[in-house]
């Protein structure tokens, strides 16, 4: 149990284009998802917390008009990487914590690899 | 955030027992622990957690000391299939209001030859 998907896997896309990730709990309700980003070599980096129904709260640093989250149902996030660009490349990960476990472990998605030429 | 410190490398044989070390001296009293590993372009995988007991489960065992000041992910057979970035994160329930996010430090990474 505790399955979350991501989607896509990977995407090539040119500069300047929009970029929309999903994230689904497949078999769980999730209060809460969270976005990471993590660039080679490096460890994972939060970027936001996303709680269902109400806007997200992004890291500091992290550009909120940049990478805009919705989470608009208890099984779906998704990250739209506004404008992307070279510097933007990365991969994204997103991970859910269960509505009914307030000390439970997040269940992550097995990401998103984002090429941006 | 409670930081924690953990080697950058280790190398285990498979099939022998590893132990990850983790000091974390800075812990306070509602900080849990928690290991998550990362296997080579995948996102990661919760392990196990704790407060103050030590705590086994399929994956693994944590060994808590008594001070709390440190922890160990003990991996009683590593095979091929472990080698990953172990990753032992605090994380407080109590003070923040966002069900618990978590820190990412750089984590250990670890080969296992066979």
């Known amino acids: 149990g505790a399955v979350v998907s991501q989607h896509p896997s990977w995407v090539i896309c040119k500069s300047g284009t929009s970029v929309k990730i999903e994230c689904r709990s497949l078999d769980f309700q999730a209060t809460t998802m969270f976005w990471y980003r993590q660039f080679p070599k490096q460890s994972l980096m939060l970027m936001a917390t996303s709680n269902e129904g109400s806007k997200a709260t992004y890291e500091q640093g992290v550009e909120k008009d940049k990478f805009l989250i919705n989470h608009a149902s208890l099984t779906l996030s998704t990250l739209t990487v506004t404008s992307a660009h070279p510097e933007d490349s990365s991969f994204y990960i997103c991970?859910?914590?269960?509505?009914?476990?307030?000390?439970?472990?997040?269940?992550f998605g097995d990401g998103t690899r984002l090429s941006i030429l | 955030d409670a930081k924690t410190t953990q080697p950058n490398s280790m190398e285990s044989n498979e099939e022998e027992p590893v132990h990850l070390p983790c000091n974390h001296s800075?812990?306070?009293?509602?900080?849990?622990i928690h290991w998550y590993r990362q296997l080579p372009s995948q996102g990661p995988e919760y392990v196990i957690h704790?407060?103050?007991s030590n705590v086994n489960n399929r994956m693994a065992s944590l060994a808590i000391a008594e001070d709390r000041k440190s922890s160990t992910l003990i991996l009683h057979r590593a095979t091929l299939r472990d080698a990953a970035v172990y990753y032992c994160?605090?994380?407080?329930?109590?003070?923040?209001?966002?069900?618990?996010?978590?820190?990412f430090g750089q984590g250990t990474e670890l080969s296992v030859k066979p």
């Open positions: 994160i605090l994380r407080d329930n109590f003070r923040d209001n966002q069900g618990g996010k978590l820190i």
């Open positions: 800075t812990i306070s009293g509602t900080d849990y």
């Open positions: 704790g407060l103050t």
């Open positions: 991970s859910a914590i269960a509505r009914e476990g307030y000390n439970q472990p997040q269940h």
